[in-house]
C-alpha cells in the first residue's frame, strides 16, 4: 500500500471520528464522565505545574478537565470536533475560568513551535486519533525539554483471553469513537518520551495512566 493511500486512508477515518464526537457533544458527558473522570483528575493531579507554565490538552473534548488545572497556568485545549468545543467554551464561561484557549486542531499536526509547552496532557485520545504514533510524536515535539506528557488510555490486554476479547470487539467501537485493540508501546516508545510512571485508573484497573518525561 502507497503512503498516499496510508494517509488518504487516514484522512477519512480522521473525518469519520470528527462526526462521531460531533454527534455525542451533547451526551458525553452524561455517557462517559462517570467512567472515566478519575483518570483524567489523576493526571492533572500529578503534572508538576508552576505559576505560569504553558499547558496543552490534545483533545480537551467538552472541557471536563478545565477546573482542575491551576488558575494561575497557560491553558491550550485542542480538539478535532468543533460541537465539542463549543461545550467546552461554554463551561469555560459557566465556571468563569478566564479564556483558556480552545482551538480546533488535527492532533497529528499541530500548529504549534517546537518545545512550545511545558506539559501536555492526551486524556482517551490515543485510542481515537488513526494515527496514534504520529500524534504522539507531535506531543513530543511540542512539550520542552524536561516537560512532562500524560497519557491516559485504554490498551490491549497482555492478557491472553482478554486481548482476544479486545480484539473481538474493536470493529464495533470504532464506530462508535475509539478502538480497544491500541498496544501500549504505540505509547511508550514515543521519540524523545521517557516513562517515569504507570499506574490502573478507573473502574477495574481497565485504563493506564502513563507519566512519561520529555528527553533533554
Not at 481515537?128 to 485504554?154: A, H, L, W, Y
Request: glycine share 6%.
Amino acid at each position: 500500500m502507497s503512503d498516499e493511500t496510508t494517509a488518504e486512508q487516514a484522512n477519512i477515518e480522521t473525518r469519520r471520528v470528527e462526526r462521531v464526537y460531533s454527534v455525542l457533544a451533547r451526551v458525553y458527558d452524561h455517557c462517559f464522565d462517570w467512567a472515566l473522570g478519575t483518570g483524567r483528575r489523576e493526571a492533572i493531579r500529578r503534572l508538576p505545574i508552576r505559576p505560569g507554565d504553558r499547558v496543552l490538552e490534545v483533545g480537551v473534548g467538552t472541557g471536563l478537565s478545565l477546573p482542575y488545572y491551576p488558575r494561575d497556568c497557560r491553558l491550550t485545549g485542542i480538539d478535532i470536533s468543533e460541537p465539542m468545543l463549543d461545550q467546552a467554551r461554554e463551561r469555560a464561561e459557566r465556571l468563569a475560568l478566564g479564556e483558556p484557549s480552545l482551538r480546533l486542531m488535527d492532533a497529528r499536526r499541530l500548529a504549534f513551535s517546537d518545545a512550545s509547552f511545558d506539559h501536555v496532557v492526551a486524556p482517551y485520545v490515543i485510542s481515537v486519533v488513526p494515527e496514534p504514533e504520529r500524534v504522539m510524536t507531535e506531543i513530543s515535539r511540542v512539550c520542552k525539554p524536561g516537560g512532562t506528557v500524560m497519557v491516559v488510555n485504554q490498551f490491549l490486554s497482555t492478557n491472553r483471553f482478554l486481548r482476544g476479547f479486545d480484539r473481538m470487539l474493536t470493529p464495533l467501537t470504532r464506530w462508535i469513537g475509539f478502538r480497544m485493540d491500541l498496544p501500549m508501546d504505540s505509547v511508550t516508545r514515543s521519540p524523545g518520551l521517557r516513562v517515569v510512571g504507570a499506574r490502573r485508573v478507573n473502574a477495574f484497573g481497565l485504563w493506564h495512566l502513563l507519566e512519561m518525561r520529555k528527553e533533554p
